[in-house]
């Protein structure tokens, strides 16, 4: 049960705690879209949610029946948009964000900038903290990967994005970056999940490689119920016994997380498909399945790259990808830009 309090007292918002601890419900209170709402776990039996409505303060009690609550559909109705810099995710353009993999030189994230600026995108990404399989594999250039950033975001105009994988590093990340990226291995880490709830910087949550869409919802309910609002969700791949491609790209989840949440959800077609001949089809067809976005990574020279070349775009066909999909979006209702 979810209790909507517009702008009651800390009187009439303890009133509702005491009573809904005295029905033997587990309750805490929070701020959601600027109203106070109290979140209320429990069995069925013991919820009688017209005994709340007529308390003082209430304006409406609504029972949602599945896990994730704030982040629901029956909790909000209308679509999300997020905003983090001059990027907006969920609104009438589609938002794509391109850039390599991980920073590997100022010329090489520079060089990539220009050019997806110029095709069209909105963001601009670059791993500095790069989570590999592999300790022997390249682990990103850390704090120096996040100065080039924060240069080349500020020389080209772009927005920038860059995963963070460790708590400890998220306030003085959140300096740098407009957004922060929850990667798939880090979906369900949940200390790094209240950090970032805290912090209120825009997020981009990516779905788990074996985790089900209410697993991922409830990732991203515990970053709006930590205080977090700025969630964007991202379909990569998940793990199946396919291995002509690196993951299975489950476009299932675009119009299944929309029916369920009010968050925006952009797709990764990279991770996705392990293999950049698969990312312009998948684009399309990710814009097609009402994805919000995409996130495309894109590399001066793929065959060079340090890491994920083989799924990287050149710049050119980057810039292709962004003319084609022109016409998916105008199908969907949509515009680029
Ligand atoms: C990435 O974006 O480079 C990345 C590591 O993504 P994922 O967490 O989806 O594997
Ligand atoms: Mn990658």
């Not at 083989?310 to 979006?329: C, K």
Request: hydrophobic fraction near 40%; include cysteine; aromatic fraction near 6%.
């Amino acid at each position: 049960m979810i209790i909507v309090m517009a702008t009651p007292t800390i009187e009439q918002i303890d009133r509702v705690l005491e009573k809904l601890h005295q029905h033997g419900l587990e309750a805490s209170s929070l701020q959601s879209y600027g109203k106070t709402v109290i979140t209320a776990i429990g069995s069925s039996q013991t919820q009688d949610p017209g005994f709340y409505e007529r308390m003082p303060g209430v304006e409406k009690v609504m029972s949602i029946v599945t896990p994730f609550k704030l982040v629901s559909r029956e909790f909000k109705q209308e679509n999300t948009v997020v905003t983090a810099g001059s990027a907006v995710f969920g609104g009438q353009s589609i938002a794509v964000i391109g850039g390599p993999c991980a920073i590997e030189s100022y010329e090489q994230l520079h060089e990539t900038a220009v050019a997806i600026k110029q095709a069209g995108a909105c963001m601009l990404r670059g791993g500095a903290y790069k989570p590999r399989t592999s300790p022997y594999s390249f682990q990103g250039l850390e704090q120096e990967g996040l100065n080039i950033l924060k240069a080349v975001s500020k020389e080209v105009g772009l927005p920038v994005i860059s995963e963070v994988t460790d708590p400890r590093h998220v306030e003085g990340m959140s300096d740098v970056v407009d957004m922060l990226q929850i990667g798939t291995r880090n979906m369900q880490n949940f200390a790094l999940l209240k950090e970032v709830a805290k912090c209120r910087k825009p997020v981009l949550l990516k779905r788990g490689a074996s985790s089900t869409m209410e697993e991922w919802l409830m990732a991203a309910e515990y970053i709006m119920a930590g205080g977090n609002e700025n969630i964007v969700l991202c379909e990569r791949g998940i793990r199946t016994f396919e291995t002509y491609t690196r993951n299975t790209l489950d476009l299932n989840a675009v119009p299944m997380v929309k029916h369920l949440s009010h968050l925006p959800i952009i797709v990764d077609p990279s991770h996705g498909t392990g293999n950049w001949r698969l990312v312009n089809p998948m684009s399309k067809a990710s814009l097609g399945a009402g994805g919000d976005g995409l996130i495309i990574e894109v590399h001066p020279c793929p065959e060079e790259a340090v890491s994920d070349g083989q799924q990287s775009l050149t710049p050119g066909n980057f810039q292709q990808l962004m003319t084609e999909i022109q016409v998916i979006a105008i199908a969907m209702g949509r515009n680029i830009i």
